[in-house]
């Protein structure tokens, strides 16, 4: 199983991409909203989450997905059940954080030591990284993003760090990918 939480004021396009590259990958993903069923994004974008927190289990859950965006980063942060799903895959098997959320992994002691991305001016939230300028980063089980311009690549670099680059070229060409 793999979540994207939805936290009011989320970036839209970085966690419907997610959600939706990772669909046509067979992948079973759902969305929780955080503090509520019905979240809306940064832009005003009202979704209807799969979940609520309180649905949410750890068993089973092989990816934990954090999508940017103010103020919905500071509203995950919050979270006691995104702390637990994002504790729990960064020890059992992945996290990826894009655009300002991995200022959340940074916050809570994940980044030690590890190469990371973010969106311009939150690279001081990294803390412990090494922060990089490149548009996606993976370092072990951690996958950050720099921000919306980069969610496919980003979404895309998930599926290939989950199934391998053969997977994620076959998605890339059947969805016209450059």
Known sequence: MIYVFLAEGFEEIEALAVVDILRR????VKTVGVGSKKVKGSHGIEVSADLEEKEVETEGLTLTVLP???PGTLNLEKS??????VEYCAK???VAAICAAPSILGHWGLLKGKHAVCFPGFESELIGALATCGPVCVDGNIITGKGPG????F????????SGQDTANKLKASMQCI
């Open 150 to 153: 980069v969610a496919l690549e």
């Open 25 to 28: 990958a067979e992948y079973e």
């Open 92 to 94: 059992e098997s992945r």
């Open 155 to 162: 979404s895309l670099k998930i599926v290939e760090e989950i």
């Open 80 to 85: 006691p059940i995104v702390r637990a799903c």
């Open 68 to 70: 940017g965006g103010m």
